[in-house]
């Protein structure tokens, strides 16, 4: 299955870049980072946005990303 968090650490590691790094980037602490990552739903539109910027991630990854895929199965329960 599809993950935001493997995505984006997949992507840190192609930009030799650590979590403390990509953190300071968006203005979010590590442990915050670390955080998201274990929680995705809990992204900010705004990091996510930084995010894609920074380490070159296609939107259509974030719309595949279980992050949204999670939201579908709510809409589909509907």
């Known amino acids: 299955m599809y993950c935001l968090k493997s995505e984006i650490i997949k992507k840190l ?24 990552l274990q929680n995705p739903d809990d992204f900010k539109l705004g990091e996510l946005k930084k995010i894609k910027y920074i380490l070159g991630i296609i939107t259509e990854d974030f719309f595949n990303s279980s992050i949204f895929k999670s939201y579908e199965t709510i809409d589909e329960r509907r």
């Open 13 to 36: 590691e192609e930009h030799n870049m650590t979590q403390e790094e990509l953190a300071s980037k968006i203005g979010i602490t590590r442990k915050t980072l670390y955080f998201r």
